[in-house]
């Protein structure tokens, strides 16, 4: 998911459960199990299907103090890890 322009959007099987600072996703056809910082949990949120990734980006660099190319590069690896597990797909 390196287009800038996708909007990524989560995929509605996977269930989403709060846990503190972290979120942990489920995928119920896999049973496999995730687990999100803040950051992933603030990003898994965004993808909703109605932002870019490059909103995404923006938003987050808003939020957090950190460098907008850093906030990207997580961003972009963040994407395309829950892209590969089919938790995700581009919008």
């Known amino acids: 998911m390196r287009d800038l322009d996708s909007r990524p959007v989560r995929a509605?099987?996977?269930?989403?459960?709060?846990s503190g600072p972290t979120l942990i996703?489920?995928?119920?056809?896999t049973g496999q199990c995730y687990t999100l910082d803040e950051v992933g949990a603030r990003i898994w949120d965004l993808c909703d299907g109605t932002r870019p990734v490059a909103d995404v980006v923006a938003l987050l660099?808003?939020?957090?103090?950190?460098?907008?190319?850093?906030?990207?590069a997580d961003v972009l690896?963040?994407?395309d890890d829950l892209a590969r597990?089919?938790?995700?797909?581009a919008g």
């Not at 660099?61 to 990207?72: E, G, L, N, R, Y």
């Open 77 to 79: 690896e963040l994407l």
């Open 25 to 29: 996703l489920l995928d119920p056809d």
């Open 85 to 89: 597990d089919a938790l995700i797909a």
């Open 61 to 72: 660099h808003a939020d957090f103090d950190a460098p907008i190319a850093a906030i990207q």
């Open 12 to 18: 509605p099987r996977v269930l989403a459960q709060a």
